[in-house]
């Protein structure tokens, strides 16, 4: 069964910082990853998405790398901004599960500080 | 609409009692997803919605749950006899691709209802 895992499970930064989100699965047979960000109160927002044969995908300040063999994919942020704060999701998309069957890790918490 | 809508957006239920959660798509999205999102944790994945047919309810964690989507737009999960544990936020989203496994599939959250078992 595919499990995913997010580290750290909270980080608090100074506004300006370049950091690092990680996610790591089990299962290495997967269609894609995706970085969803959440909002207290509101739904997920889709930040990037890393098809199963691709190895980064990058949006603006925000870039995502995939290594599916072992299992890990990092979110970097460039230049942090206080309305970056947010919790950070990762899934996975396993080839045996329809589409929409994502698999969520539990989410970094981001502070970033003025 | 411009975006995918829940309602309510909080309920609260005795145990026992019986509750229902629509979701409103995006117009024109073929596909319709339910989660489940404990406190603290990721969001699970309950069913799956390709038009008016339910193509994957293997999350569904009980027969007390129950989904539709009859004309292929609207959705409601329902949950029967409900239980502390099923405190939780249910997240609806939407797609607008029925494609195949290899298709990226971006999704639109709604804001999610939260529902508090006492």
């Known amino acids: 069964k595919q499990e995913v895992t997010q580290i750290p499970a909270a980080l608090s930064v100074p506004e300006g910082e370049n950091l690092v989100l990680n996610c790591s699965f089990t299962?290495?047979?997967?269609?894609?990853l995706q970085w969803f960000r959440q909002d207290p109160g509101k739904g997920l927002t889709s930040l990037l998405l890393?098809?199963?044969?691709?190895r980064e995908q990058t949006s603006g300040r925000l870039n995502a790398s995939l290594d599916k063999s072992s299992g890990r994919s990092t979110l970097y942020i460039a230049a942090s901004q206080p309305g970056d704060s947010a919790t950070y999701l990762c899934?996975?998309?396993?080839?045996?599960?329809?589409?929409?069957?994502?698999?969520f890790g539990k989410g970094t918490k981001l502070s970033v500080k003025p | 609409g411009a975006g995918v809508s829940q309602s309510p957006r909080y309920k609260v239920a005795k145990r026992g009692q019986d509750v229902a959660l629509r979701c409103d798509p995006i117009?024109?999205?073929?596909?319709l997803f339910w989660y489940q999102q404990a406190l603290g944790q990721g969001p699970e994945f309950l069913t799956y919605?390709?038009?008016?047919?339910?193509?994957?309810k293997s999350g569904l964690p009980s027969d007390r749950f129950f989904a539709e989507r009859p004309e292929g737009s609207v959705s409601t999960l329902k949950i029967q006899r409900t239980q502390q544990e099923d405190s939780a936020v249910y997240l609806c989203?939407?797609?607008?691709?029925?494609?195949?496994?290899?298709?990226?599939?971006?999704?639109?959250f709604g804001a999610g209802s939260r529902l508090t078992v006492l």
């Open positions: 117009s024109g999205h073929v596909s």
């Open positions: 890393i098809q199963s044969s691709q």
């Open positions: 899934a996975v998309r396993d080839y045996g599960g329809s589409q929409g069957n994502l698999i």
């Open positions: 919605f390709q038009n008016e047919a339910q193509l994957d």
């Open positions: 299962d290495s047979a997967i269609y894609n």
């Open positions: 989203a939407s797609s607008l691709s029925a494609s195949g496994p290899s298709g990226a599939n971006v999704l639109t």
